[in-house]
């Protein structure tokens, strides 16, 4: 069964730092584009960041520019969002996705292949 799995949410402070973590198992990540995406309460899923199946390249959506890193460990079949400084903004639900062609917007949902379950991610005082 091919699976994407996200590990590492939590509730953490404004100001603090998490990173997830997203695992593929019954196939190999290494072929494929990754990127997060984000559901806030009632809001629309949005694309953060996408990292190409080398990790050659990445792209970040303003909202994670200079706070969040994207990297992957190809060896380990997972793909990593570094997030520092948090802010309450930054709640919501966290989804990882895979995608066999690197979309050419990486915030469109429809253009990847595989989901995650996504990880609840509170970033409250």
């Known amino acids: 069964q091919l699976q994407l799995v996200e590990s590492g949410g939590g509730l953490v402070q404004p100001g603090g730092s998490l990173r997830l973590s997203c695992s593929a198992s019954g196939f190999t990540l290494d072929y494929y584009a990754v990127g997060w995406f984000r559901q806030a309460p009632g809001k629309q899923r949005e694309g953060l960041s996408l990292i190409s199946s080398s990790g050659g390249r990445t792209y970040y959506a303003d909202s994670a520019k200079g706070r969040f890193t994207i990297s992957r460990d190809n060896a380990k079949n997972t793909v990593y969002l570094q997030m520092d400084s948090l802010k309450s903004e930054d709640t919501g639900i966290y989804y990882c996705?895979?995608?066999?062609?690197?979309?050419?917007?990486?915030?469109?949902?429809?253009?990847?292949?595989?989901w995650g379950q996504g990880t609840q991610v509170t970033v409250s005082s």
């Open positions: 996705a895979a995608a066999n062609t690197e979309p050419l917007y990486y915030s469109d949902p429809n253009l990847y292949d595989y």
